[in-house]
């Protein structure tokens, strides 16, 4: 069965400040694998995907992540905070023949510090 | 523009009641799905429908229903058997076979 596990309840950054978001999973093929971000009442917005090629993925609002196959890893990173980007953060896999379905991790919330 | 409406944004519940939830789409995807979200424990999925008048159970079906007539809209209905349905609602949508999810915006479901 797949999983995805996202160690970080909580994390608090100040602004300016480098970030990473961890993500693993567990897939028993090459995985699809997803960051959404979701601003507090408001629906997910997709940041970035990786399925298959460079390992390293480029998204929107200047975040990246880096697909490490050895480690089972997806973690998100962005070099510089800004104040907006406080919200929460989830790591999702999903692949090909499983009829699109997506199993989401448990969630980062991030918050920015002036 | 295209994207995932629904509706309504808050709705309430009284005991012993069913509601529906609305989603609509204008991407002319092929697969729709509701999730539901609880704090803390990420989206589970409920149902999800890949073509029209087909429809699949996901990892928390019981007290849920819901129809695809139409290739645009995918309504959830809260039944009266699900005992603990307040929770945040979210619709999405793919391309058949399309591996990536766009969402709508949710509808939060209280009970009275």
Not at chain 1, 22 to 44: D, K
Not at chain 2, 23 to 45: F, I, K, S, T, V
């Amino acid at each position: 069965a797949q999983s995805v596990t996202q160690p970080d309840i909580h994390i608090t950054v100040s602004e300016g400040a480098s970030l990473e978001l961890r993500c693993n999973y567990s897939y028993g093929a090459t995985p699809y694998l997803f960051w959404y971000v979701q601003s507090p009442g408001q629906g997910l917005q997709l940041l970035l995907k990786y399925f298959s090629g460079d390992t390293l993925v480029q998204g929107i609002k200047g975040f990246e992540a880096e697909f490490k196959r050895s480690q089972s890893s997806f973690n998100l990173r962005k070099p510089s905070v800004h104040w907006s980007d406080a919200a929460e953060y989830f790591c999702a896999v999903g692949g090909p023949g499983t009829a699109s379905k997506l199993t989401f991790g448990t969630g980062t919330r991030l918050q920015v510090t002036l | 523009d295209g994207g995932i409406t629904q509706s309504p944004k808050y709705l309430f519940r009284k005991e012993g009641q069913n509601v529906t939830l609305s989603c609509e789409q204008n991407l002319n995807h092929d697969a729709m799905y509701w999730y539901r979200q609880d704090p803390g424990q990420g989206l589970r999925l409920i149902y999800y429908s890949q073509i029209v008048n087909d429809f699949q159970k996901g990892d928390i079906a019981e007290g849920y229903s819901v129809s695809r007539e139409k290739k645009e809209s995918f309504p959830l209905t809260v039944t009266s058997a699900q005992k603990n349905p307040t929770a945040f609602y979210l619709c999405a949508s793919s391309m058949y076979g399309g591996e990536t999810q766009y969402f709508g915006p949710g509808t939060r479901l209280l009970v009275l």
